[in-house]
């Protein structure tokens, strides 16, 4: 099992509709949580950071974190064509330093 | 620039050459990662420096891989008798957090290299 998992999509939205992107984790400790978002040829940068459970949103952003299952999303409101990336989810281990991202969700955005 | 800085930015090695990477963190950042990403894959952690500690190399994939640090802030990672399956790119970031506060890493360009 790997320590990151995420579906490699790709995911196909509309333009404004909302994009959901999925994560789970196997280290029952971890601490951070993170989507970094990473276009072709680039690097990644972030999105949204996460630490508590429930929900976090900035812009059309929501970021959510169930420790209990293990699991973290990715909501993308009004979906433009620009946001056609790939996603990755990073979560920060037991210790809190090493950081381990998932192999990252394709997004596609149709205008 | 204030960002983190990577060179080269490619890399073409015959099968058997060393090959050395270089990542300038951002100044002040005292936590540096390697990571190796292949294409169409997430990034693969390959080591961990806090300071000129290297405090996790668990993700380096065999003993041909030596990262250093030695004055805590400019790092190199360096590859021996390079290999076909060493090709990827290989990114640097660097991050203010100290132990314990899992933050924001900043991330390099990257250095794409590519054993024939």
Request: proline share 4%; aromatic share 12%.
């Amino acid at each position: 099992q790997k320590e990151v998992e995420q579906n490699s999509g790709p995911l196909s939205v509309p333009e404004g509709a909302i994009a959901s992107l999925n994560c789970t984790y196997s280290d029952r400790g971890s601490q951070s949580f993170f989507w970094y978002r990473q276009y072709s040829g680039k690097s990644p940068e972030l999105i949204m950071f996460i630490y508590s459970n429930g929900d976090k949103e900035d812009g059309r952003f929501t970021a959510q974190l169930n420790k209990a299952s293990q699991y973290v999303s990715l909501l993308i409101r009004d979906s433009q064509p620009s946001d056609s990336a790939t996603y990755l989810c990073a979560v920060t281990g037991t210790g809190g330093f090493k950081t381990i991202f998932g192999a990252g969700t394709r997004l596609f955005v149709k205008a | 620039g204030a960002g983190v800085s990577q060179s080269p930015r490619y890399k073409v090695a015959k099968r058997g050459q060393d090959v050395a990477l270089r990542c300038d963190p951002i100044s002040g950042h005292v936590s540096l990662f390697w990571y190796q990403q292949a294409l169409g894959q997430g990034p693969e952690f390959l080591t961990y420096f806090q300071n000129e500690a290297q405090l996790d190399k668990s993700g380096l994939p065999s003993d041909r891989f030596f990262a250093e640090r030695p004055e805590g802030s400019v790092s190199t990672l360096k590859i021996q008798r390079t290999q076909q399956e060493d090709s990827a790119v290989y990114l640097c970031a660097s991050s203010l957090g100290w132990r314990g506060q899992g933050g924001e890493l900043f991330f390099g360009e990257g250095s794409r290299l590519t054993v024939l």
